[in-house]
């Protein structure tokens, strides 16, 4: 069982700047793959940021060049840092992780960009 916390929304005007970070419960030393997902209102979850536990990094097209996903295993979190934030970047956002054949989400932090 993994329980995955995450703070750091809240509201932000567009062009700016929020950090997003995701604790696990238990150490993410051995998780393979953890990642940041986003829901917007009326639209369907998806993929923000994903890192191996090599530290492979993939991102949405949409998030490229101003997003930065990152994992520290001794701390157990995940993070996101997000930069030149659009007013599209608004949704609830949530941080996965995939153990075995169990997938783990946290409760999902709100971040809303006003323009």
């Known amino acids: 069982q993994v329980l995955l916390v995450e703070s750091g929304g809240g509201l932000v005007q567009a062009g700016g700047s929020r950090r997003l970070s995701c604790v696990a419960s238990r150490s993410i030393f051995r998780f393979n793959r953890m990642g940041w997902y986003r829901q917007a209102s009326g639209k369907q979850r998806e993929l923000v940021a994903a890192i191996t536990d090599y530290g492979t990094k993939n991102y949405a097209d949409s998030v490229k060049g101003r997003f930065t996903i990152s994992r520290d295993n001794a701390k157990n979190t995940l993070s996101l840092q997000m930069t030149s934030l659009k007013p599209e970047d608004t949704a609830v956002y949530y941080c996965?992780?995939?153990?075995?054949?169990?997938?783990?989400w946290g409760q999902g932090t709100q971040v809303t960009v006003s323009s």
């Open positions: 996965n992780t995939v153990v075995g054949a169990d997938d783990y």
